[in-house]
């Protein structure tokens, strides 16, 4: 009965949302703005609504109701509650309800602002998100319903159905088949729900941007309502890479953190479009500059984000990422062509009124750099882009899907990296109008002869494979550029205000936060730079099959096999098969033990393989147990990896989360501040 209640509420919240995009439309058309405020109340109805329906999903999964398809496919007896919990997002019918309610949340937190200056956005902004969250809900309420019951049927046939069919009997098995092992780890737990709210928030940005092409108010209104939006929805989806990166190297047992998997790259290509924008709009703000390629980056962001939840849950894709086949795949790719082409109709449309402002007069100025930096974003997006469609493609025509593999983008996209790089390194250098070589030189030289002396000191002491040279030398460029900025700029406030140096670094990012949150941001990700070559270059790996007391060797390293044991956990219904080795350097000094396990869950009847790990900044020595037999002579097989720097991308990765939180933070008067800027922007203007 509550599971037939919850469906309820969920056709309701369906109803509701609809009836939100027509009241908007009405309203907006024959300027009724009671309609509109009634279209806005029908979206603030949807938040409460599937939170009551969530929390009715989540009733039924904590209690056992196996009776309901989804609590029977992804729960089971012997799983703690907060796992149940998390189950919410652990198949498709859940996710696809998470993913609705994250985005009744924003879109109601959007609607409750002050709408005196921007008035005529409203109904647009209404209609997009109401469009896009009815389209969500209406996949759970007619294609994928998490509420579906099972029915055995007089001839013995058990299938799920929203309402009782004739000749049939309700159907309660024993138990459930339980979440599989690998969304268990507790970064599973958490990357979903970044990635999800990273794809929410972003709806927001799209939703304004296509409110301002309607109206034709097409200055740069639209992106400072947008701006912060835009930066936590690059928070999280930042975040939600990361995560998922760390759930790979902990869980999937290959000793890599990212595999050019096609889901992890569905969600990285609203990353590198959410990236380009983020410095594009800035242009935009300063200079009057970009507003088409603001436009197509926010549509290409928000349409890449409905392709990777396509990618995701169609079943066209072979991922450890991916749902089952599902009928949802054709709605999904028709959802996408439809919002695109029609964003792509408004934007030729007001293609005139977006016109720039200023000139681009010199090719050395930061938004030339800018735009340049845009086009390297954009290129390693038609990479990944094709990388991804191409098996299809050839699926389609062919009927042979042909694999694309790491090979392919690591050498498509390691150009491009390494000169987005490089424009870190020069951009914070050049000036907003004119720039020179003479004066762009004067500013690097210093931190470029900083720069090759780190490279020379690597080359005698660490390597002398001249790609980790060329990756090492841009990165040190960029750290020593950033922080020579940030120190000119402490120095001349210590100088100015006469505090000390400590007071200056820190009222100076308090003054400018976006700017060196963005210099923090940069530096992280050099951080996170010296983790990916160190990886990607110098990991090392070998497998034998060893007795108690043997040892193997690797990159000066030796693994001791000291025991293993095998028990089981039945509360918990799982078996733990766990091994200790004792790990020494090349000189004979003991490291520590490492603990690599293989645990087998009975109730899905799958394993999981967890790696013994073993940190330094300076290397990770990373253990697998791969085959064990009790009573076997022979011994015990382990896969052993050496994996360089690879935790200075973890480490980079958490001061990343800092430089966007600062930079994200909002100012005491941000209409202040905006009028501030704008006020600077027409002086550069008119000095140029």
């Known amino acids: 009965m509550i599971a037939d209640f919850g469906y309820g509420v969920l056709l309701v919240t369906f109803l509701v949302t609809v009836y939100s995009v027509f009241a908007a439309i009405y309203g907006e058309f024959k300027k009724k703005p009671a309609m509109v405020e009634s279209a806005r109340r029908a979206m603030l109805l949807t938040w409460p609504l599937l939170t009551l329906t969530a929390g009715i999903l989540i009733y039924l999964l904590i209690n056992n109701h196996f009776e309901v398809q989804f609590v029977y496919e992804v729960t089971s007896r012997s799983m703690p509650t907060y796992l149940k919990v998390t189950a919410w997002w652990g198949g498709q019918a859940g996710s696809l309800l998470f993913w609705s309610w994250l985005m009744s949340a924003f879109a109601s937190l959007v609607t409750l602002r002050k709408w005196d200056r921007d008035r005529e956005f409203l109904p647009w902004v209404i209609v997009v998100a109401s469009v896009t969250m009815a389209f969500f809900i209406g996949m759970n309420v007619f294609f994928e319903n998490p509420f579906a019951k099972l029915y055995q049927s007089f001839d013995g046939q058990i299938a799920p159905h929203t309402f009782q ?87 999937l047992g290959w000793g890599g953190y990212w595999g050019w998997d096609p889901v992890e790259i569905a969600a990285f290509m609203p990353w590198l479009t959410g990236t380009a924008f983020l410095h594009s709009v800035m242009i935009q703000e300063k200079r009057g500059m970009l507003k088409h390629w603001n436009m197509l980056l926010v549509i290409l962001t928000y349409d890449l984000v409905i392709f990777g939840t396509f990618l995701t849950r169609s079943g066209v894709l072979s991922s450890v990422h991916a749902f089952a086949q599902s009928a949802i795949g054709p709605l999904f790719f028709a959802f996408i062509g439809l919002t695109l082409i029609t964003s792509v109709a408004l934007l030729i449309y007001r293609w005139d009124s977006l016109k720039s402002e200023t000139k681009m007069t010199s090719m050395l100025s930061r938004e030339a750099l800018f735009l340049l930096n845009n086009l390297l974003f954009m290129s390693i997006l038609v990479v990944c882009f094709w990388g991804v469609i191409y098996p299809l ?24 990296f ?57 990165v040190a460029l960029v750290i020593l550029v950033t922080l020579y900025e940030y120190w000119r700029g402490a120095y001349a406030r210590q100088r100015s205000q006469d505090e000390n140096i400590l007071a200056s670094f820190w009222n100076l990012t308090g003054r400018n936060r976006r700017r060196y949150g963005g210099y923090i941001i940069h530096l992280s990700m050099m951080l996170m730079a010296i983790g990916i070559l160190g990886i990607e270059i110098f990991q090392v790996e070998t497998q034998g099959t060893i ?36 790990v020494y350097d090349k000189d004979g000094k003991y490291l520590g033990n490492l603990n690599p396990r293989k645990d087998y869950y009975y109730d899905s009847q799958q394993p999981m393989t967890i790696p013994g790990q073993l940190a330094s900044l300076k290397d990770e020595v990373y253990v697998l147990l791969i085959d064990w037999e009790p009573i076997s002579p022979v011994g015990t097989t382990f896969k052993v990896f050496v994996n360089p720097l690879v935790n200075w991308l973890w480490l980079g990765s958490l001061l990343f989360l800092v430089g966007v939180i600062i930079a994200a933070w909002p100012d005491k008067d941000p209409e202040r501040v905006a009028v501030r800027a704008g006020k600077r922007a027409h002086q550069t203007s008119a000095a140029d």
């Open 393 to 416: 493609i050839s699926e389609l025509f062919t009927g042979q899907k042909v694999t694309v593999g790491p090979p392919f983008y690591e050498r498509a996209t390691s150009p491009l």
């Open 547 to 582: 007795a108690v007391g043997d040892s193997l060797q690797l990159s000066g390293y030796t693994i001791k096999y000291k025991e293993v044991a095998s028990w089981d956990d039945r509360p918990s219904g799982v078996n733990y098969t766990r091994a200790v080795v004792e």
């Open 165 to 251: 069919p004739a000749n049939s009997i309700l159907f309660t098995p024993r138990d459930g088949q339980g979440l599989n092992p690998l969304l268990r780890h507790p970064g599973m737990v958490i990357h979903p729900p970044m990635l999800y709210l990273g794809f929410v928030s972003f709806v927001i940005p799209y939703a304004f941007a296509l409110a301002a092409l309607i109206t034709g108010r097409t200055d740069d209104r639209w992106i400072r309502l947008t701006r912060r939006w835009a930066l936590w929805a690059w928070l999280f989806l930042s975040a939600g890479l990361v995560l998922g990166g760390r759930w790979a190297y902990d869980v």
């Open 418 to 474: 390494a000169t987005l790089m490089l424009l870190m390194g020069i951009a914070p250098l050049s000036a907003w109008g004119h720039s020179t070589v003479k004066t762009l030189g004067r500013a690097i030289w210093k931190p470029t002869v900083g720069a090759v002396i780190i490279t020379a000191v690597l080359y005698a002491t660490y390597t002398q494979n001249i790609i980790a040279l060329i990756g090492f030398f841009l």
